[in-house]
């Protein structure tokens, strides 16, 4: 079946620094790709999403392109800041019996510091 | 307007006893979802329901859990009798209506965090 792979974290990094977080899939067919963030103590949010190749997905400052013949969909963003503190998930929709079913991958720690 | 809601936010019980979860999704979503995360894992689909029917159980083990949505808006999920490893966050997410084009972007609850001892 499908799934997602995306580098281990803590992820640490001083503020103001650059950020990318990996994430490569593996699927049949043409999934939309996704990531999801999840801030302490709240539920999971839509970040940004593409759904075909080469779309560039944007929100709050990140970005990320879908890359069909890597199969990659990494995360950037070129200044972080304390409140990007969260945990980030990378997602594919996968069809299944004609239905959307979203495939996470483990998730990854993002901690800012000042 | 009101996103998911969710209770019991927190619940701990000792193994083999049984336990309910809650979830109230967004007004007029006709898709609601079932997910389990265990700790350091992403969420894990368990039952996809489209109104009150289930479109996809694959992955819900019937054996101990099971939901229902028997209105087509708010949704239960039971563990009976509950296990060790049953101990995760429980979410639910609901989304306007899954036709099974492009996926439309899903909406999550807090969660329930399940202690079992």
């Known amino acids: 079946g499908d799934s997602v792979t995306q580098m281990e974290g803590p992820v640490t990094l001083s503020e103001e620094a650059f950020l990318t977080i990996n994430c490569t899939y593996t699927a049949t067919g043409y999934p939309s790709l996704f990531w999801y963030v999840q801030y302490p103590g709240e539920g999971l949010q839509l970040l940004l999403k593409a759904t075909k190749a080469d779309d560039k997905g944007s929100n709050k400052g990140f970005e990320a392109t879908y890359r069909k013949e890597t199969t990659s969909f990494h995360l950037e963003k070129g200044s972080v800041q304390v409140s990007d503190s969260a945990v980030y998930f990378c997602a594919l929709s996968e069809k299944s019996g004609g239905y959307n079913k979203l495939i996470f991958g483990a998730g990854t720690r993002l901690a800012v510091h000042p | 307007e009101a996103g998911v809601a969710q209770s019991p936010r927190y619940k701990i019980i000792e193994k083999r006893q049984s336990v309910a979860f809650w979830c109230n999704p967004i007004s007029g979503h006709a898709t609601l979802y079932w997910y389990q995360q265990i700790l350091g894992q992403g969420p894990k689909l368990l039952i996809q329901?489209?109104?009150?029917?289930?479109?996809?159980d694959s992955q819900l083990p019937k054996d101990r859990f099971s939901a229902e949505r028997l209105k087509g808006v708010d949704s239960t999920l039971k563990i009976q009798p509950a296990k060790l490893e049953d101990s995760a966050v429980y979410l639910c997410a609901s989304t306007i209506r899954d036709r099974g084009g492009a996926s439309s972007e899903q909406y999550f609850g807090p969660g329930t965090r399940l202690t079992v001892t």
């Open positions: 329901f489209q109104n009150n029917g289930v479109v996809d």
